[in-house]
């Protein structure tokens, strides 16, 4: 659905701006978003994102629940990254414990996580060239996608919301062959990994829509706060997987490769989430080749029947698939928190458009928009 508003009097020899509204509408926009787009001709001259039709209020929600109950909830902001926003509360909820997560508990959060990232990123892979007009990357990515979903639906029984992270470790022990059945898996979705290569980024077409539209700046990652793969692809070198390790990202650094651009534009965005793609593959098959290794042990730590945390603050970050997710967490000694802050990647990152938009043309705006790879739950919270 969309909108126009003409403004101005429109007498002669007097210019007129053009509102344009997009949305809000599903389809287009990876959920229920709305760019309100002020245009002269075909330009844009300013662009104001509006957000909050999915509000669902998931911080005050926290502050109801118990420890274990908000990591239902705080699965569900990122919907492609359910896995990885369980971790970042119960990371949490263990510092203000001093807890110590068993070591294959530790390897095993790590290896799903990175699971997580590659089913993420597929979803991006395939959907974007499809809002740019190329059908069948998306038929390929939904295939690769499905082997991977396979193994972590068998070990944690959901689809896309696991709820298999717990306060101290997991929720169970491995099913028998699993391991053997997620390799696999995982080589089988990297031996294919080459159709985004050669059929997307080979493809003329595909490159003349993205080289050199929507350039983000550095300063302007910085000034919004933007993170993740859209941060590095303007050559903003940080993760916290490699430069503040947490989980067992310490003693991967070795396979870690976090790829930097500097163009900053359509086509490195699209590169870096393909990239991190591969090397999140690798770190996969890392971290099966350390729990065989590993001796057999629990995966999780005995708590008490009513979980509290001790009074204090503190934040947990992890380096999500879209980029920074932080839980500021604190307790008045409860077994609800007292509050639970959420700071997601999206909502940093989707008001970098107020700074691209303007100045490109409204047929580059569908290439600008699916390139920030954002999630609208993740936006809204």
Request: proline letters at 5%; hydrophobic letters at 40%.
């Amino acid at each position: 659905m969309t909108e126009t508003t003409t403004v101005g009097l429109g007498g002669a020899g007097e210019a007129t701006d053009m509102v344009l509204n997009i949305g809000p509408q599903h389809p287009s926009t990876h959920g229920v978003l709305r760019l309100k787009l002020v245009l002269d001709g075909e330009r844009i001259q300013s662009a104001d994102p509006v957000i909050g039709y999915m509000h669902r209020g998931a911080e005050k929600l926290f502050e109801a629940r118990d420890y274990r109950q908000i990591i239902m909830l705080a699965n569900r902001h990122d919907w492609l990254s359910a896995f990885s926003n369980e971790l970042g509360v119960v990371l949490a909820v263990e510092r203000m414990l001093g807890m110590e997560v068993p070591d294959r508990a530790v390897w095993l959060r790590t290896l799903l996580a990175e699971l997580n990232r590659v089913l993420n990123h597929l979803m991006f892979l395939g959907s974007y060239p499809l809002e740019l007009g190329g059908i069948t990357p998306i038929f390929h990515a939904f295939r690769e996608r499905e082997d991977i979903q396979a193994v972590l639906e068998e070990i944690s029984g959901g689809r896309m919301h696991y709820m298999f992270n717990r306060v101290g470790g997991l929720k169970d022990d491995l099913p028998a062959g699993w391991t053997t059945r997620a390799r696999h898996a995982i080589e089988a979705c990297a031996s294919r990994m080459d159709v985004y290569d050669n059929l997307v980024l080979g493809n003329d077409i595909f490159r003349a829509r993205t080289r050199g539209v929507g350039a983000l700046t550095p300063e302007a990652v910085h000034a919004y706060g933007v993170s993740g793969p859209i941060a590095r692809a303007s050559g903003v070198d940080f993760d916290l997987r490699r430069d503040e390790p947490y989980l067992a990202y310490g003693e991967l650094q070795d396979t870690l490769k976090v790829p930097v651009r500097e163009e900053g534009d359509c086509l490195a965005r699209f590169e870096i989430l393909l990239a991190q793609t591969h090397n999140s593959l690798d770190l996969a098959l890392a971290c099966l080749d350390r729990l065989a290794d590993l001796p057999p042990g629990p995966v999780n730590q005995r708590l008490p029947k009513v979980l509290k945390a001790p009074e204090g603050h503190t934040y947990a970050w992890t380096e999500n698939p879209l980029g920074i997710n932080g839980y500021y967490l604190v307790s008045k000694g409860e077994k609800t928190p007292y509050r639970l802050k959420l700071r997601s990647a999206s909502y940093n990152n989707i008001q970098a458009l107020i700074e691209l938009l303007p100045g490109t043309l409204v047929a580059d705006m569908v290439a600008i928009l699916g390139s920030m790879f954002f999630v609208v739950g993740d936006i809204d919270k």
